[in-house]
């Protein structure tokens, strides 16, 4: 079974901004799970809906959507951890490292390298990295979803 917390950060008639914390499960079935309450995510074709998703966006793009854009999906991880698997039940040391946007994790997983200049770190020892027992990743938000929070406050 599928474990979420969610906070609920702003909520409009229309919308609601949430911080929502995976406990157990996959990525995808936080989306599964808050369309099952009938809150999908906006932007999400799959589990949401597609005249809601189209009206959002619409309004985002200022009315310029046209069909040739990519539709965003409004669901951002804030945070990503990855303690070693051994030491899951342990207190794992960790590097934290604050982002300008979440870099490419699996290209950094496969190669075992990470993009200094998508970081914006100056001083960090990569070299102490096989050091580290497990990775907590922080990013702000992307300027889609900045636009995205104006709009949900503007509904209320």
């Given amino acids: 079974p ?6 609920p950060l702003f ?5 609601s901004y949430l911080e929502i914390e995976l406990i157990t499960g996959k990525s995808h079935q936080i ?11 906006i932007g999400d ?3 949401g809906n ?13 009315g310029a959507l046209k069909g040739k854009i990519k539709p965003d999906m409004f669901l951002h991880a804030y945070k990503l951890v990855m303690p070693e698997i ?4 342990e207190r794992a040391e960790s590097i934290k ?3 300008k946007e979440i870099p490419d994790v699996s290209a950094a997983i496969r190669t075992g390298e990470i993009d200094e200049e998508d970081m914006n770190l100056a001083g960090v020892d990569w070299k102490k990295l096989e050091e580290i027992s497990g990775w907590d990743i922080i990013a ?8 995205a929070l104006e709009i949900i406050q503007a509904a209320k």
């Fill in 86 to 89: 051994e030491e899951l039940e």
């Fill in 50 to 62: 597609r005249n809601a998703n189209m009206a959002f966006l619409e309004k985002q793009h200022g």
């Fill in 11 to 15: 909520v409009s008639d229309s919308y």
């Fill in 140 to 147: 702000p938000l992307p300027d889609y979803f900045k636009r």
């Fill in 97 to 99: 490292l604050k982002l």
């Fill in 45 to 47: 074709f799959k589990y």
């Fill in 31 to 41: 989306r599964a799970q808050l369309a099952s309450i009938g809150n999908p995510v």
């Fill in 2 to 7: 599928v474990k979420i917390s969610i906070e």
